[in-house]
């Protein structure tokens, strides 16, 4: 098993469900996670190359289980 715990730094998340704009996203979209984890790794000039190995390999990885507190 693998797990992630967000933290969120301001102590609260803004964003929308992609389907109804007036309706919050609750919990997170798990592409978000991914979305940033990829973000992050390509700030580097030089990204690590075993970085990027498990990003490849997280992506084909089946669809999460979320467990997530209400808002």
């Not at 109804?20 to 992050?40: I, M, N, Q, Y």
């Not at 190359?49 to 089946?62: C, K, N, P």
């Amino acid at each position: 098993m693998l797990a992630f715990e967000v933290a969120l730094l301001t102590g609260r998340y803004v964003a929308t469900a992609f389907n109804d704009r007036g309706a919050p996203e609750w919990p997170p979209h798990p592409a978000r996670l991914f979305s940033a984890l990829v973000a992050t790794h390509f700030e580097a000039l030089d990204p690590p190359e075993h970085e990027r190995a498990v990003l490849q390999w997280l992506e084909r990885q089946g669809p999460p289980e979320i467990s997530a507190n209400e808002p």
